[in-house]
C-alpha cells in the first residue's frame, strides 16, 4: 500500500534534509518532484495541482527556510497537507437514534461490495451491535448465497426472499423484519452493474427514497485508480453518499484513489480493505495514513491490531514466562500463531517506523510455516529443553518437517538469540511487557 509513492517521497525528503540552508528554489524543485511522484501514483491532476500550490504557500517563507531544521519543517507541512487532503480525523458511520440504523451499499461488480458488507457486519457485532445483512442484490443470483456463506461465518442473519422479485419491497420488508427481530443494524447489499446506467442508478434511488438510510455506503476498487474516483464522484451526484469503503488496498501499490477520492467526492473514507479475510476490514484514519506514506510508520495501527489478538491474561502469563526464564518452543509456537492473526507481514512491517528504509527485507509467510513444521517435530523434551538436541536428534526433526538439517539449525539458532533478547529485556530494573506486544 502506496509503496511507489513511499519511495519517491523518500528519496525527495533525504535530499532535502540533507542541506543545512534551504533557497526557494530547492523548496521549488522538490515540490516539483513531489508533484510528478504524486502524478505518477495516479493522483488527480486538480488535487496535485491545489496540493503543492497548499504546500509552497506555507513552505516559502522567511521563518521555514531560515529555521534551523529547514527540511523537516518542509515535511511537518507536507504530512499536514497529507492529512487534510485524506480528510483529517476518522469519520465513523453514523447512527440512528431510533434503530435500526439503515446502511446502503451501492457500487459497481467486481469492488468487494457483497464482501464488505459481511465485514462492517462483522466490526458492528463485535462492538455489541445485533446487525442484519439484506441480500438486495436480485441481479446477481450468485450474490445471495455468497451472503449467506458470509453470514453464517460471522454469525449474522441474512435476510432474503425467493417470493420477493422487486428490490424496493425487499428492502422495506427487511426493514420490518429487523424491527421485529431486534436488529439494530440493517446493511443493505444493493445491486451493482459492470458500469453505470440508467436503471441500476433507478434502482439505487427508489430504495433510498423509499428505506431512507442513515448512510449510503459506496465501496470502490482502489486498485482501479481514477476510475474509482470518477465512478464515486457519478454515484454521489446521481443518487448521493454519505462516505466510501476503498476495496483491495493491500493491492494498490500507487495509492491515488486515496489520495483523490475524499477532494473530488467531498465524502469522506470510512473503512478500508486490506485484504480478502472477514477480518480485513479497518477504519480509515487520515493522519495515520499520511504518517505511512512518508515512511513514518503506523504504531497505533499496529498496537490496535495486536490488542485484538493478544489478550491481557495472555500477555501476562506470557510475562511471568519470560520472568521465570522458562520461554520454551511452544511459547515460541503460539506467539508466531498469534502474529499471523494480525494479517500479512508485509502490513506490520509497513506499521513500523523505519522499516521501509531497510532494503531487502524477504517477507516470505511460508517461514511461519516451516518453523512451526520444525518445532511439532520435536519430542516434548526437546521443546523444553533445546540443550539435548544433538546432531542425530536435528536429522530426525528435519526429516520429520520435511526440511533440511541447516534450516533446523537457524530456527534454534533464532530461538536461542530470542532467549537472549528476553532476558536482557528482563533484567531493566522497572521494565515491564507492554501489553500490545506479542513478546
Do not use: W
Amino acid at each position: 500500500m502506496f509503496e511507489t509513492l513511499n519511495n519517491k517521497l523518500e528519496s525527495i525528503f533525504k535530499k532535502l534534509k540533507g542541506k543545512g540552508l534551504l533557497k526557494e528554489e530547492d523548496v521549488d524543485s522538490a515540490l516539483k518532484e513531489i508533484r510528478l511522484a504524486l502524478l505518477e501514483a495516479d493522483v488527480n491532476f486538480k488535487v496535485v495541482k491545489d496540493f503543492i500550490q497548499k504546500i509552497r504557500e506555507k513552505a516559502i517563507g522567511k521563518e521555514i527556510l531560515e529555521s534551523l531544521t529547514p527540511g523537516q519543517q518542509v515535511i511537518k507541512i507536507v504530512n499536514e497537507e497529507l492529512c487534510e487532503l485524506l480528510g483529517k480525523t476518522n469519520s465513523r458511520i453514523q447512527l440512528s437514534p431510533n434503530p435500526p440504523t439503515v446502511i446502503m451499499m451501492a457500487g459497481l461488480h467486481g469492488s468487494g461490495k457483497t464482501t464488505t458488507a459481511a465485514k462492517l457486519a462483522r466490526i458492528f457485532k463485535k462492538e455489541g451491535r445485533r446487525p442484519m445483512l439484506v441480500a438486495a442484490d436480485l441481479q446477481r443470483p450468485a450474490a445471495i448465497d455468497q451472503l449467506v456463506t458470509l453470514g453464517s461465518q460471522i454469525d449474522v442473519p441474512v435476510y432474503h426472499s425467493k417470493q420477493l422479485h422487486d428490490p424496493v419491497t425487499l428492502c422495506e420488508e427487511s426493514i420490518k423484519h429487523a424491527r421485529i427481530e431486534a436488529r439494530d443494524i440493517v446493511i443493505l447489499d444493493t445491486a451493482g452493474r459492470l458500469h453505470i446506467d440508467d436503471s441500476l442508478m433507478t434502482e439505487l434511488r427508489k430504495i433510498k427514497e423509499r428505506v431512507q438510510p442513515k448512510e449510503v455506503i459506496f465501496v470502490a476498487d482502489a486498485m482501479t485508480g481514477q476510475d474509482a474516483v470518477n465512478i464515486s464522484r457519478n454515484f454521489n451526484e446521481q443518487i448521493g453518499i454519505d462516505g466510501i469503503i476503498l476495496t483491495k488496498m493491500d493491492g494498490d501499490a500507487r495509492g491515488g484513489a486515496a489520495l483523490s477520492i475524499r477532494s473530488i467526492t467531498g465524502k469522506p473514507i470510512k473503512f478500508i480493505g486490506v485484504g480478502e479475510k472477514i477480518d480485513m476490514l479497518e477504519p480509515f484514519h487520515p493522519e495515520r495514513i499520511a504518517s505511512r506514506i512518508l515512511g513514518m510508520g503506523d504504531v497505533l495501527s499496529l498496537i490496535e491490531q495486536a490488542q485484538k489478538s493478544f489478550d491481557q491474561k495472555e500477555t501476562e502469563q506470557l510475562q511471568k514466562v519470560i520472568m521465570d526464564e522458562s520461554f520454551t518452543f511452544d511459547d515460541l509456537k503460539d506467539q508466531l500463531k498469534k502474529l499471523r492473526t494480525m494479517g500479512p507481514l508485509e502490513n506490520i512491517l509497513s506499521m513500523i517506523p523505519g522499516v521501509n528504509k531497510i532494503k531487502n527485507i524477504d517477507v516470505d509467510e511460508r517461514e511461519f510455516i516451516k518453523v512451526e513444521a520444525i518445532i511439532n517435530s520435536m519430542t516434548k523434551k526437546e521443546r523444553k529443553n533445546h540443550h539435548i538436541i544433538n546432531g542425530s536428534r536435528r536429522r530426525r526433526i528435519s526429516m520429520g518437517s520435511g526440511t533440511t538439517v541447516p534450516e533446523v539449525n537457524r530456527v534454534i539458532k533464532q530461538y536461542i538469540e530470542m532467549k537472549k533478547m528476553l532476558k536482557m529485556f528482563k533484567g531493566k530494573k522497572g521494565f515491564k511487557f507492554p501489553k500490545f506486544l506479542p513478546f
